[in-house]
């Protein structure tokens, strides 16, 4: 159990360009979450999955982003033809089903689009 | 929609001595769950402590405890013995649910520990 891992740490974009970020939960846990955290702010949650199927997505998450699990293990998140105001710290987190003790964190993926 | 309100921007205090960070929320739910998260500088959120909303008892954890005061809906973080190591921002995030498997977190509480 090597916990959460996010990849890459660090991201700079330049406006327009499409990103992609990966996100290796802890093997046994079933449940996926990314989160956004911008800079003064708490996470703010964009979507989860459960194992394959994505079951809730934010407002936050617009037509520009996609996320996918392809095989219930590690998942994407894609950020297309990127904004000056995308730029933020990309949270993933895992949990087994019984949510109520917590999510792992990764540690992050942060993005800056100049 | 629930809200998290952390209402200290920032906090220091005197290793070895003790500190509170303040947490309220609003909910009309009344079973729930409640979490402090620590996230020290360029590192992973880490889980500190968690308190189910049906439980009395405040939770512990080693030098962690809270006050949980449900009727205030309340719940600040306690803690004890100051080491460097603490030296974090401290967010709070609440859980019911109804929310699905979202967490709202406040603000956060960046924490200064001073030798």
């Known amino acids: 159990d090597t916990g959460v891992s996010q990849n890459p740490r660090h991201k700079i974009t330049k406006r327009g360009q499409n990103v992609t970020f990966r996100c290796d939960p802890i093997?046994?846990?079933?449940?996926l979450y990314w989160y956004r955290q911008t800079l003064g702010q708490g996470p703010e949650f964009l979507t989860y999955f459960q194992n394959e199927a994505q079951l809730e997505k934010s407002r936050l998450l617009s037509d520009r982003f996609s996320a996918e699990r392809p095989k219930g293990s590690f998942s994407t998140l894609e950020i297309q033809r990127t904004e000056q105001g995308d730029s933020a710290m990309y949270l993933c987190?895992?949990?087994?089903?019984?949510?109520?003790?917590?999510?792992?964190f990764g540690s992050g993926t942060r993005l800056t689009v100049v | 929609a629930q809200t998290v309100t952390q209402s200290q921007p920032e906090m220091s205090v005197q290793e070895a001595e003790t500190v509170t960070l303040s947490c309220t929320y609003d909910?009309?739910?009344?079973?729930?769950?409640l979490f402090w998260y620590k996230q020290p500088p360029s590192r992973q959120m880490i889980l500190v402590i968690r308190?189910?909303?049906?439980?009395?008892q405040n939770a512990t954890e080693n030098r962690f405890s809270v006050n949980f005061q449900k009727a205030a809906k309340s719940f600040s973080l306690k803690i004890s013995d100051s080491q460097l190591g603490d030296a974090a921002m401290y967010f709070c995030?609440?859980?019911?649910?109804?929310?699905?498997?979202?967490?709202?977190f406040g603000t956060g509480t960046s924490l200064t520990v001073i030798p």
């Open positions: 995030a609440y859980r019911n649910l109804l929310t699905g498997n979202q967490f709202y």
């Open positions: 093997s046994e846990h079933n449940r």
């Open positions: 308190q189910e909303a049906y439980k009395q």
């Open positions: 987190a895992s949990s087994r089903q019984n949510l109520n003790y917590g999510y792992t």
């Open positions: 909910t009309s739910e009344s079973d729930y769950y």
